[in-house]
Every structure is written in structure tokens, then in C-alpha cells.
């Protein structure tokens, strides 16, 4: 896995857990926010991921 692609499942993590605890707090619009990043970061991981994989295929290849 891509050093960027591990970096990004981090931080999405920790925001699912930030989101939660927002949530159990009361406090939803920062929960809503917390959300909107994890599935930003979620994004980013997956592409970090595809494009890794897309690179060794071509050094494998070419």
C-alpha cells in the first residue's frame, strides 16, 4: 500500500471517530463536518490505491 494511500486511511479513521464523538456530544453540524472529511479522505485513499497498483502494472509491463 502507498505510503499516501496508509496516511489517508488514517485520517479517515480518526474523522469517523471524531464524527461519533461529535454525535454522542450533541454537537451535529461539527459531526457533519467530520463526516464530509472521512468521506473525502476515504476517496483519496482509494485513489492512491488504484493509481499505486497502476504503476507497478506499467513497471511490471513496460
Avoid: D, H
Amino acid at each position: 500500500m502507498p505510503r499516501l494511500a496508509l496516511y489517508a486511511l488514517i485520517v479517515c479513521a480518526l474523522a469517523v471517530v471524531a464524527a461519533v464523538v461529535s454525535f454522542v456530544e450533541g454537537t451535529v453540524l461539527i459531526g457533519v463536518v467530520w463526516v464530509l472529511l472521512a468521506g473525502l479522505s476515504s476517496n483519496m485513499c482509494w485513489y492512491y490505491v488504484k493509481r499505486g497498483r497502476a504503476v507497478r502494472r506499467e513497471s511490471v509491463t513496460g
